[in-house]
């Protein structure tokens, strides 16, 4: 039994070895188009903002753990060009053809091109390799970042850390409209501060002009001499393109609660497939690191013979932005409203810590819950001491189906430096059950 899995990433390699572990027997082969598996895209900007110089300290295990000791054969630097399920071969970039008796598709996503062709030190994010690449070339010290989603501002701040002159181009009116204005009112205020920021800009012209990038954007032009365009991303399906497996509009294999495809041996997982949302129970897409380990998970467990469900996910993100914690999960309210709720929110801005403790910070937070069944459906956050554990709190009560009462209740455990006794989590509770 043949086992062939494209894209040696985090899910990838998660479904490689929970199938190996459980089939002992099942010939198991990961083709992977980069250099290495296994690494954690996540420590890209640790790497890039300084923080550590030796790449191979992102990569989980040496590449021998899974070649030697769990028996699963890799094939770095080859694509897989195409899939074709009737005769159960897959195509790869130097013409080789592999057969399988299952497949995985793990090819995640890449960052989204700029259009302005190729052009010296303009990079785009994703992989190992894009960041070993971008570091070798990060001379000078002016840097450009362009894009204000998660990533941008996520890069902006580590390269401002590093002692970058950094500036950060939006189209958008107001920076990282991703949050709410009122919950990240510090944060942005703090980032100006800190970095170049240019607002309600598209950018017209990207080149190259002697050492320096010149950025022509519809009403100033911006020189640096490095440019990182963070505008997104897309999955990796494109290869697929003509295969009878079902994609979505967004390009993204559609994939059931075990990760299969429309093609009973062939399963989808990662960023390039199609995930649950916990509350719509919709499919859509979630890329993200640990969803991607579990739906690698499930799809390996499942193609070994003991059944897994993957039971959804929230879109939980938390980053660090300058030295705020910073997240969100669940739908919003506008979401809400397209899936029949009656959302009702409460906003929150209360200390971190025991008013007489030392260190203490404010706490923006910002609960979305549906008025009628007081269901909790979302929340932002947005602080410098204690905020991530705050949401991942709400998270689970969303992924428990709880109540703005039950969050309310609910029996967190309380001392003077990690909270005060009327935590933020508990008076936003508190808030919705006072009308
Ligand atoms: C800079 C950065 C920071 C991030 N930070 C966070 C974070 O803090 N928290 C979080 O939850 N998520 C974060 N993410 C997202 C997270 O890393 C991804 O969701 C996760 O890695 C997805 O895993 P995957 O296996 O689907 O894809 P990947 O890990 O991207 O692996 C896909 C692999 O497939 C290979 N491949 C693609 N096409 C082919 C083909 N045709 N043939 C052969 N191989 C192919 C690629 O080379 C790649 O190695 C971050 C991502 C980046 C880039």
């Known amino acids: 039994m043949k086992l062939v899995i494209i894209g040696g990433g985090a899910s ?48 989980h295990y040496p590449v021998e753990e899974f070649t030697k000791k769990r028996g699963i054969e890799i094939i770095n630097g080859k694509t ?35 259009p302005f062709g190729n052009v010296d030190n303009v ?28 990533l941008g501002m996520e890069l ?32 942005i205020r703090d980032m100006k501060n800190r970095v170049n920021v240019v607002l309600g800009e598209n950018v017209t012209d990207l080149k190259r002009n002697g050492d320096k990038i010149t950025i022509q954007l519809s ?23 003509g295969s009878g497996i079902a994609m979505n509009e967004q390009g993204l294999v559609i994939a059931d609660r075990n990760m299969k495809t429309n093609y009973s041996n062939i399963y989808a997982v990662g960023d390039c497939a199609t995930s649950y949302n916990r509350i719509t129970g919709k499919q859509e897409w979630h890329p993200l690191a640990q969803v991607a380990n579990k739906m690698g998970r499930v799809a390996g467990s499942c193609i070994g013979g003991s059944m897994m469900e993957f039971k959804g ?21 506008k979401i809400a409203v397209l899936n029949g709720f ?49 949401l991942n709190t709400i998270e689970t009560a969303i992924y428990g189906g ?19 006794v009327w935590d933020p989590i508990v008076i936003g509770a508190s808030l919705s059950m006072r009308d």
Request: hydrophobic share 35%; proline share 4%; net charge negative.
């Open 313 to 333: 996910a929230l879109n939980t993100t938390v980053v660090k932005i300058l030295d705020y914690e910073v997240g969100f999960t669940g739908i919003d309210e």
């Open 80 to 114: 897989v060009t195409a899939v074709n399920p009737d005769e159960q071969v897959i195509v790869l970039d130097d013409g080789g053809k592999m057969k399988y008796d299952f497949l995985v598709i793990a090819s995640g996503a890449s960052a989204k091109a700029h």
């Open 156 to 187: 902006s701040s580590e390269m401002s850390r590093s002692g970058k002159k950094v500036t950060l181009i939006s189209k958008h009116d107001r920076l990282f409209p991703k949050m709410d204005e009122n919950i990240t009112e510090d944060l």
């Open 12 to 59: 990838g390699m998660a479904a490689a070895s929970k199938a190996k572990r459980i089939r002992k027997d099942m010939e198991v082969t990961v083709i992977e188009g980069g250099n290495f598996v296994s690494y954690a895209e996540c420590g890209i900007p640790y790497y890039l903002g300084g923080y550590f110089d030796d790449y191979n300290r992102l990569l």
């Open 342 to 390: 009656t959302p009702k929110s409460v906003t929150v801005k209360a200390g971190s810590r025991a008013a007489y403790y030392p260190g203490g910070e404010p706490i923006y937070l910002k609960i979305v819950y549906d008025e009628p069944s007081m269901r909790i459906l979302g929340a932002q956050i947005c602080g410098k001491d204690g905020a991530a554990w705050r």
């Open 219 to 241: 009403r100033q032009t911006v020189e640096c001499d490095v440019c990182i365009y963070a505008v997104g991303i897309r999955p990796n399906t494109e290869f697929l393109k």
């Open 402 to 420: 709880m109540t703005m009462d039950d969050l309310f209740y609910n029996d967190l455990g309380y001392t003077p430096p990690f909270g005060p």
């Open 123 to 150: 990079f785009t994010i994703r992989t190992l390799d894009s960041a070993i690449k971008i570091k070798k070339n990060m001379n000078g010290s002016e840097i450009c970042i362009i894009g204000d989603g998660v």
